[in-house]
């Protein structure tokens, strides 16, 4: 029988590209999301339904998770996003849904690691703690991030900032995410219990990232590394809650000290293809920068 599969946060930048791979194999998915409105798109792709998800509203994920086989379980970056988990994993299992997949992030399993990372790993010994299958997506960070964080100083300023030093990180992109989780969704056998850690392929500097960027632009973009209080200072003209500033340049300084400068070879197991590289991301979303 087809399976029936659930994500949450489906609006979002790894939920979205989900839904889109799931219906291109042809799946029945769920698209869970806050705002009906912002998933207009999601609704006109073949084998979609949208169904509203609020995590202050627990009615909504009731009746979001009846008849649901396999879920993808994603919450935002938020200081409650352990509890919005656990919720998600108690409705998932009120449910009887069979396996849950759920975004985690990579260094979730280090001690003592980072608060990102504990908050992570904390969600994750619920869902072990709990009676399903399930499967840890671990990724580094998102090549995404440059079209959501950085697009604005590029196209106005041809730079964008980070307090990065010379520090390698190996970016993924996105749609290998939704490609790793689309597939273990339609097909869990072999991946409960696992723990997987996502990356593309090559460790790249703040310089190589905006070699990438000119490169695919024609324009000339330079990485501005800036120190550690001057992100802070600026952040906090932004208005960044504490809380998020704080983990924001914890997450930074340890991409600065190389700690996020390991691959794996997940996504190529996985999906059977390598990952993208920096460079194909940079030639699809050149028109963002
Ligand atoms: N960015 C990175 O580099 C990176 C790297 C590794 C791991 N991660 C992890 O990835 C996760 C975030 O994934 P993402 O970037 O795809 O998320 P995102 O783009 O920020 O989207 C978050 C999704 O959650 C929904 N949402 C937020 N609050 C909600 C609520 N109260 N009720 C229902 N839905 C709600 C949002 O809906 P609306 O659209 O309505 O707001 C949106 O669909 C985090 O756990 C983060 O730690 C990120």
Redesign the pocket.
């Known amino acids: 029988m087809e399976k029936r599969i659930l994500v949450?946060?489906?609006?979002?930048?790894?939920?979205n590209e989900t839904v889109k791979a799931l219906s291109a194999m042809g799946a029945h998915v769920r698209a869970g999301?806050?705002?009906v409105v912002?998933g207009e798109n999601l609704k006109r792709l073949p084998g979609v339904e949208v169904v509203e998800?609020?995590?202050?509203r627990p009615a909504t994920l009731t009746a979001a998770f009846t008849g649901i086989d396999t879920s993808f379980l994603?919450?935002?970056?938020?200081e409650h996003?352990v509890e919005?988990a656990k919720q998600l994993i108690d409705a998932a299992q009120k449910a009887g849904v069979r396996h849950v997949v759920r975004?985690?992030?990579?260094g979730a399993e280090a001690e003592p690691g980072i608060q990102?990372g504990r908050w992570?790993r904390e969600a994750e010994q619920y869902l072990e703690a709990a009676h399903l299958h399930y499967t840890h997506l671990r990724?580094?960070?998102?090549m995404q991030?440059f079209v959501n964080q950085h697009a604005q100083s590029i196209q106005e300023e041809n730079a964008f900032y980070l307090p990065l030093g010379n520090g390698r990180v190996t970016y993924i992109d996105?749609r290998d995410i939704a490609a790793v989780a689309a597939s273990i969704l339609l097909h869990p056998e072999g991946h409960d219990g696992m723990a997987y850690t996502l990356t593309g392929a090559e460790a790249l500097s703040g310089d190589e990232v905006a070699s990438a960027l000119s490169q695919a632009t024609g324009r000339a973009i330079s990485y501005v590394d800036v120190p550690e209080e001057a992100a802070r200072n600026a952040m906090q003209q932004h208005q960044l809650p504490a809380w998020m500033i704080d983990s924001l340049l914890e997450l930074n300084g340890i991409c600065k000290a190389n700690y996020a400068s390991g691959t794996t070879d997940t996504v190529q197991e996985i999906t059977g293809r390598p990952p993208h590289t920096f460079a194909d991301f940079a030639e699809t979303y050149k028109a963002c920068f």
């Open positions: 949450t946060g489906a609006t979002g930048t790894v939920g999301l806050r705002s912002k998800i609020d995590f202050s994603i919450t935002p970056f938020d996003q919005m975004l985690s992030a990579s990102l992570h990724p580094t960070s998102f991030n996105v």
